[in-house]
């Protein structure tokens, strides 16, 4: 990229929800990782969301507004519940941070 310059910018915290100042941005970036899992497993295996909401006990247009991005009507716990629904198991595991005195933050990850 010879005389090209980029815009200012800055770089992100990781965490768009926090980036944007919204309130419970931690829990908000959990979940969406969550639901995030949720619709690659739906994707994967080619379930409607009539079918994937008869799985996890909700209907189709919830299932719709969950996987677009409205999900704070549910708590991290029923995401949990819904993970486990598609035969995963949900592992919540408690370490010291890398860096002493530094607040610890929660993370998903999928195996």
Same mark, same amino acid.
């Given at each position: ?29 959990? =979940? @969406?990782?969550?639901?995030?899992? %949720? ?5 994967? !295996?080619? +379930?409607?969301?009539? =079918? @994937?909401g008869?799985m996890?006990? %909700? ?5 719709? !507004?969950? +996987? ?32 002493p ?11």
């Open positions: 990229m010879t005389g090209k310059r980029l815009p200012a910018h800055e770089m992100g915290s990781g965490n768009v929800f926090a980036d944007l100042g919204l309130p419970d941005a931690g829990e908000h970036y959990v =979940k @969406a990782q969550m639901v995030a899992e %949720i619709f690659k497993i739906i994707e994967d !295996r080619k +379930l409607t969301q009539t =079918k @994937a008869k996890m006990g %909700i209907d189709q247009p919830s299932v719709s !507004r969950m +996987l677009h991005g409205h999900f704070r009507e549910y708590s991290v716990e029923r995401l949990m519940q819904f993970l486990t629904v598609f035969d995963r198991d949900v592992e919540i595991v408690i370490k010291r941070h890398a860096i005195g530094k607040r610890g933050q929660v993370t998903v990850c999928a195996a």
